[in-house]
């Protein structure tokens, strides 16, 4: 005779079954392409900023990315709480855009390393008559001569950057030539190699005893002008904070870093008589070609006049007849917009966590794209 299941028994079934369904986790949240970005959300974010449209153009690629990197935190939320706390980034950008910007680059007394690509064209001048120009000793690195090696031009340049990292003059290194997302190609310098360079030089150094056993890499620059730059740049960070931790070294700061080219982005250049890539030719453009020089050449000398100038590139202009500067794209292929990273400190991490809402252990790189 059939049983007839009473009320609990039947709940014990259902209990049964459910377990037995496999929980499938929602899908994470889609990063939102940067067009995307900026049909549906920019103009939004825009009109709450005091912002120019040159100066939103210039950050918003930054936001984007920001974005992209939160994407699970702020595509959950409504659309309208999306928007503050894109206001509240971009606020959070151009206050490092703002504090960051008087970084002397290049000046009087300031240290400049040089690599330069060995295949063609390059001359040292590139990078020794702008030094100059600005009392600034410069040590330029390129293989010449056949009793030279790729391999002992990369470590002569490894040595001088230990050295910079040691010391505590403010020093900037200029890499022009190939470049790979993990490595600077035309010496087959990894990522890591550096970043091992940079630690173990900065540990090696005469430092104030207040900061002894800290890695601060503050006093320098880095610009790199070649394929992949800001790739480059990003897994440089990653990798100097990964041998702080292994070695147990406190990182007080990264260095500053200029990408020539923005992510997944090759770099051009002008190829004749001399091989000049476009980033470099536009900074001697601007700050040597160009009079009246600047006294120095500051780091927002970068993330505007040679941002804005390079914005051309790929794209054509159009004045209107109020005076305004709208852009098509043509190319995609040639856009390279450069952009610049900062170090981040302890407070800048907490503010930042604060503004995602995020716990105050939450790890964040210690480097902001600020554009």
């Not at 690509?117 to 001048?125: C, S, T």
């Not at 190829?271 to 120095?296: A, N, S, T």
């Not at 914005?311 to 004045?319: D, E, T």
């Amino acid at each position: 005779m059939p049983m007839t299941p009473t009320p609990q028994l039947f709940a014990l079934f259902v209990m049964i079954a459910l377990l037995a369904v496999p929980v499938v986790a929602s899908p994470p949240t889609a990063a939102i392409s940067f067009e995307a970005f900026s049909r549906d959300l920019s103009p939004l974010v825009a009109a709450r900023l005091d912002a120019t449209p040159k100066h939103y153009r210039q950050i918003e690629p930054s936001l984007h990315h920001l974005y992209a990197d939160h994407a699970d935190r702020l595509g959950s939320l409504p659309r309208e709480a999306q928007i503050d706390l894109l206001v509240k980034l971009a606020r959070f950008l151009d206050s490092k855009r703002e504090t960051a910007g008087d970084r002397t680059v290049i000046g009087s007394g300031y240290g400049i390393i040089g690599l330069l690509d060995p295949d063609r064209g390059l001359d040292p001048k590139e990078i020794t008559a702008i030094a100059t120009a600005y009392d600034a000793p410069a040590t330029v690195f390129k293989k010449n001569g056949a009793g030279e090696t790729i391999a002992g031009v990369a470590d002569a340049f490894l040595a001088a950057v230990a050295e910079a990292a040691a010391g505590e003059r403010p020093t900037t290194v200029v890499v022009l030539g190939h470049g790979m997302p993990r490595e600077i190609q035309s010496y087959s310098i990894p990522c890591d190699r550096l970043a091992e360079t940079l630690v173990s030089g900065a540990a090696a150094g005469s430092k104030p005893p207040a900061a002894a056993n800290r890695i601060d890499l503050g006093h320098l620059t880095l610009i790199c002008d070649d394929c992949y730059s800001a790739d480059f740049s990003i897994n440089l960070g990653a990798a100097i904070e990964r041998k702080c931790r292994e070695r147990s070294l406190p990182l007080a700061s990264l260095p500053t870093m200029i990408a020539g080219t923005n992510r997944d982005c090759v770099g051009h250049a002008d190829f004749g008589e001399k091989f000049v890539p476009h980033f470099w030719k536009d900074v001697i453009e601007l700050f040597y070609v160009r009079r009246p020089r600047p006294d120095v050449i500051r780091l927002r000398d970068f993330f505007e006049k040679v941002d804005s100038m390079m914005y051309g590139y790929g794209r054509a202009a159009h004045v209107g007849i109020d005076g305004t500067v709208s852009y098509t794209l043509v190319d995609q292929s040639l856009c390279q917009d450069p952009v610049v990273f900062v170090p981040l400190d302890d407070e800048d991490l907490a503010r930042l966590r604060r503004i995602l809402g995020l716990a105050d252990d939450t790890p964040l790189p210690r480097m902001l794209d600020i554009g």
